[in-house]
Each structure stands twice: as structure tokens, then as C-alpha cells.
């Protein structure tokens, strides 16, 4: 009698176990449903996406011969953080345009900026303001003089020529093309050395 409660124990533990197992197959396999069809669905949103940008790019060009509807795309450097970086005069000279392989800056009020975007107007080698590119020249941008006015010394000018500064500060900082780098390292000008005759 004993012996057959055993047995029917055993193979009532064995029925249990072989539904157990089948509960985690089931389980097993809907988790890899549920799995296949996440991916089903990012993979075709993808899709969807990719084709969607192509037909309004494609749209776009057709309507306007640009890719963005006639609209500007901003530089995206300049909303990506990044270290402020500090010069001292030697160092910002390197960055003139005469090295291809090296971005262009130009300083004003000893806060440089990169303009290599406009590489064609601001190298040293042939571009129109390439006086400007690898240094500070703010006095330049105040009297024209481009030449010899290519110093950061602003003594003898007035208080409202050095506020006309302004303007080109906002260009370059709130420029789509040009983007803030950091700041150079100006030395002392030396109050009895003499102020850059007018040109």
C-alpha cells in the first residue's frame, strides 16, 4: 500500500514538473514574442522615418533648389559644451589660415573666435580680412587702419569708438558661421610706448 502512495507521489511530482517546464517554455516564448515584435516595430519606424526625411528632402530641393526649405542650418558647434580654451599671443598666431590642417581664429577684445568657416575671407594667404586671423586686432576694426592699427591698444581713441566694438562682438557671437573658443593672453601695453599714428 505504502508502496503505491510512493508511486503516485512520484508520478504526480513528475506531471508537476513537466507543466512546470512547459510554463517556462511558454514563458520563454513570449518574452521572444514580445522581443521580435519591439523590434519589428523600431526597425519598420525606422523606416518610416528614413524614407519620410528622404520624400521632404527631396521635396524640398524640387521646390526651392535647397535641402532645407531655404533655411540657414546653424553651426552646430556652437551648441555643443566645450572647454574655453586660453592662448597666449604666440599660440593664437598659429591659427591664422597659412596651415590647411588647422582651424582660423581671430581674437577681439581679447575673446577669440573660430571663423574658419569662412576660410576663404579670413586666411592670411589670400583672404579679403585675413589681416584680421591669428591675432587680436581690435584697434583695426575701430579706425580701418589694417595695416598698422593691428594691436588690441585701444589708447587714444574715444569711449564711443570703442563701444562701436559692440557691433562686431554680436556679429561674431551670435554668428550662424562662427563660433566662441576661448580667450587670449594680452600682454601690457606700455604707457610710453607711442599710440599708432592714424592711416
Known sequence: MNQKLKNRSKLSNDSYDIDENKSLND?????NKIKNNSTNFC???IKFLTVFILITIG???????????????PNW???????ERVFT???LSKYDGTNPDLPIYLAILGKVYDVTAG????NAIDGS????SGKD???????GCFKTHLTHDLRGLTPGEIKNLNQWVDMYSKSDKYFYVGTVILPEIDPNSPIPAPC
Open 27 to 31: 514563458i520563454k516564448f513570449e518574452k
Open 43 to 45: 526597425l519598420k519606424l
Open 59 to 73: 521635396f524640398s530641393y524640387v521646390t526651392t533648389e535647397t535641402f532645407t526649405f531655404g533655411h540657414k542650418i
Open 77 to 83: 558647434r556652437k551648441y555643443i559644451p566645450r572647454k
Open 89 to 91: 599671443v604666440e599660440e
Open 119 to 122: 576660410r576663404q575671407y579670413y
Open 129 to 132: 580680412y585675413g589681416f584680421f
Open 137 to 143: 586686432a581690435t584697434r583695426s576694426y575701430i579706425t
